[in-house]
């Protein structure tokens, strides 16, 4: 099946910085999402972006599917923002009608005061 | 509009024991997902219904798990005989079925702990 890396694993800023946020996923694709846990550990859904660029905010997002990756900008950055980030693939040719999202590891982010 | 949730949002409960955990979808959404995170993973994939059938059951872990989703809407995920290894959070999410659009939304997720 479709593998889905994040990078970094883990990543501290300073209140205000800027920071991006990389996901490699190793098949064509028919949805890539973002998401951001919060500490209750619900799933918060930030963008549906299989190819293109998107932008909600400080946050935007960009998709070569081409090149099988994707990226996640957050511009200063909150300490609200602070918490684990994940990058999920439905793989366009392995999965079937079930569509299921394959997650990567995610990137702990810390936004110090 | 709601979205998805689940219940209950912790289940604490013995080895051996049987339970079941409530997810009720986005209304109109007709595909509906259960996932399971452990400690410091992103979740996996466990089983995908369309409509009332299962469609996809190919991450369950074992034949102590199973979900059921009578009429369409409502699904339940039942563990029979539950071990140590089941604790985890489990993530219900659904889709607007058909169609290029596939964005899956979450619930909070049911904490399990199996002392």
């Known amino acids: 099946g479709i593998q889905v890396e994040q990078s970094p694993p883990d990543l501290i800023l300073q209140e205000g910085a800027n920071s991006t946020l990389r996901c490699n996923f190793s098949?064509?694709?028919?949805?890539l999402q973002w998401f951001h846990q919060n500490p209750w550990g619900q799933l918060i859904n930030l963008f549906y972006i299989p190819s293109g660029t998107k932008q909600n905010g400080r946050l935007s997002a960009t998709t070569v599917a081409t090149e099988r990756y994707s990226l996640l900008y957050i511009s200063s950055s909150q300490t609200t923002d602070s918490g684990v980030y994940f990058c999920?693939?439905?793989?366009?040719?392995?999965?079937?009608?079930?569509?299921?999202?394959?997650f990567g590891s995610g990137t702990q982010l810390t936004v110090l005061p | 509009g709601a979205g998805v949730s689940q219940t209950p949002s912790n289940k604490v409960t013995e080895k051996g024991k049987y339970v079941e955990l409530r997810c009720d979808p986005i209304s109109g959404h007709t595909a509906l997902y259960w996932y399971r995170q452990s400690l410091g993973q992103g979740p996996e994939f466990l089983i995908y219904?369309?409509?009332?059938?299962?469609?996809?059951d190919s991450g369950l872990p074992n034949d102590r798990f199973f979900a059921v989703r009578p009429e369409g809407s409502v699904s339940t995920l039942k563990i029979q005989r539950t071990e140590r290894g089941d604790s985890a959070v489990y993530l219900c999410?659904?889709?607007?079925?058909?169609?290029?659009?596939?964005?899956?939304?979450f619930g909070p997720g049911t904490r399990l702990t199996v002392l």
């Open positions: 999410a659904s889709r607007l079925a058909g169609g290029p659009y596939n964005e899956q939304f």
């Open positions: 219904f369309q409509g009332t059938g299962a469609a996809d």
């Open positions: 098949d064509s694709v028919n949805n």
């Open positions: 999920a693939a439905t793989s366009s040719i392995s999965s079937g009608s079930a569509r299921q999202l394959t």
